[in-house]
């Protein structure tokens, strides 16, 4: 894998371009990724990330790894965090990319749980009906940022009264004489941060971005992580050549 950096900004971020060059049929392929990285990478760098993760993907069964998540995966365990694109027409320019959170240690759960077809707190696997990506599969990983987060309180919030019910349950409607306290706040606080993902996670609805996949006979080839606010040429065009 080859990498270039940009010169860190004020607060010492740099951003960075990986490919990964695969030869097959007598072809050269690259595949590639976008990353911001604070400084430098982590435990002296990339060998030692490569060490870690061939052990570690030594243990799946079943598992089949693209050249693209093998490169995302090895950015993330060396401390970077990965970059994708805003795709709706409707944002400025500013904000045409995001990072995503994704944690190596949850992403390894995911592929053990995929392997095995065990469930998970997340939406379970999906089959793309789009056009583009049609007859590939998507499951839902944990974003572990700030944002992903709030997706999922935000999602909860927006799902029926229930907040409103507990609420009245617990202190009784309001008829304009009572003065809203602290008791009321921390009341509200727990239920919207901690409650509404604690129901998502009993219901396995809590949602994050997404790993691609497709099935092959008795085996998963797991092709690239992906954020939802990407479309889907885009996805495609970081696999396939």
């Known amino acids: 894998m080859n990498y270039t950096l940009s010169k860190a900004d004020e607060k010492g971020f740099r951003l960075g371009k990986a490919q990964t060059a695969v030869t097959a049929d007598n072809e050269q392929q690259e595949f590639e990724a976008l990353f911001r990285i604070h400084k430098e990478f982590n435990n002296g760098g990339l060998e030692w990330a490569q060490e870690l993760l061939a052990d570690d993907l030594s243990l799946l069964e079943n598992i089949i790894i693209h050249p693209t998540l093998l490169t995302q995966l090895l950015l993330i365990l060396a401390g970077a965090e990965l970059i994708f694109h805003r795709d709706n027409p409707k944002d400025k320019k500013e904000f045409r990319y995001h990072t995503v959170g994704f944690h190596y240690n949850m992403l390894m759960d995911s592929f053990v749980n ?95 971005e997404w790993i691609v996949f497709q099935k092959l006979g008795d085996k998963i080839q797991l092709l690239t992580l992906a954020s939802h606010q990407e479309d889907d040429a885009r996805i495609l065009g970081r696999f396939k050549v």
Do not use: C
């Not at 469930?119 to 974003?143: E, S």
């Not at 799902?159 to 004489?177: C, E, Q, V, Y």
């Open 114 to 208: 995929l392997s095995s077809e065990k469930k998970d707190a997340l939406k379970p696997a999906r089959q793309y009906k789009g056009k583009v990506l049609k007859g590939l599969w998507y499951k839902h990983v944990d974003d572990a940022s700030i944002s992903g987060m709030a997706t999922n309180i935000l999602n909860e919030l927006k799902n029926d009264d229930w907040l409103m019910k507990a609420f009245i349950d617990r202190f009784g409607p309001f008829d304009g004489t009572q003065l809203f306290n602290d008791e009321h706040s921390r009341f509200l606080a727990h239920h919207a941060t901690v409650v509404s993902q604690q129901r998502r996670i009993e219901r396995k609805e809590m949602t994050g």
